[in-house]
Every structure is written in C-alpha cells, then in structure tokens.
Nanobody, 128 residues
Framework: QVQMTESGGGSVQTGGSLRLSCIPN????????IGWFRQAPGKERESVAT?????????AYAESVKGRCTIYYDWDVNTVYLWMTNLKPDDSAMYYC????????????????????WGQGTQVTVSA
C-alpha cells in the first residue's frame, strides 16, 4: 500500500520561507515521480512542482513559483522537499504531495490525473 506523508506547513509572514516534506512509502513501480500540488479555498487544485526520482532527475515548476521554490529528493532519508522562499499571501493553500500512477511518465508538471496516491496535505498560511 502506497502512503504519502506531508509535513512542514505553518504560518509565516510575507517574504518568509518554509520547507515542506513528503515521505513516500510502498511505491514499487517505475518511473517514480513526486508532485507537489496546492489548493486554496474556492480554487482548483494546481500543480506547484514535480520531480523524477532519479539521479539528476528533471524538475518542473509552475510559473507562479518559479525562482522561489526548489523541489529536491534526499535519497538518504527518502524524502522529497519543497523549499519555498519569498512567500506571498497568494501562496496560502493546503499543499499535497502525490505519487504518479503506476508506470505513467509525467511530462513537465503533469496534471492531477497523472497522480494516483495523495497525502492528507499540510496547510501553508502567509499573512500580509
């Protein structure tokens, strides 16, 4: 059974930083992609960043976070991080990490349909 566990959300002021963590467990398929998504109240879920879990795996970022976010995988602790800097109130949302559908490649950011296994989410709140 695949389980995704997020942590690291919180409340910060504009300009602050947060590092979100995602621990994937139980996924035995290839290729392996992890995506970070976010959803604010009344808005659709949107992709934030995606990474292929391989040496030098490509990353992709939404235009809205490009230059402010970094997604990376620490092999030693099997954790995917989303490092977010210069946060803005528009970044406030519930953030989810997700694993791709078995055997499905993800091109660029992908879409929510490319991902099958989702975590419970971690809340990020940015105050003005």
């Amino acid at each position: 059974q695949v389980q995704m566990t997020e942590s690291g959300g919180g409340s910060v002021q504009t300009g602050g930083s947060l590092r979100l963590s995602c621990i994937p467990n139980g996924y035995t398929y290839s290729p392996k992609y992890i995506g970070w998504f976010r959803q604010a109240p009344g808005k659709e879920r949107e992709s934030v960043a995606t990474i292929l879990l391989s040496a030098g795996g490509p990353e992709a970022y939404a235009e809205s976070v490009k230059g402010r976010c970094t997604i990376y995988y620490d092999w030693d602790v099997n954790t995917v991080y989303l490092w977010m800097t210069n946060l803005k109130p528009d970044d406030s949302a519930m953030y989810y990490c997700a694993h791709n559908r078995p055997y499905r490649a993800v091109y660029g950011l992908g879409t929510a349909d490319d991902f099958e296994y989702w975590g419970q989410g971690t809340q990020v709140t940015v105050s003005a």
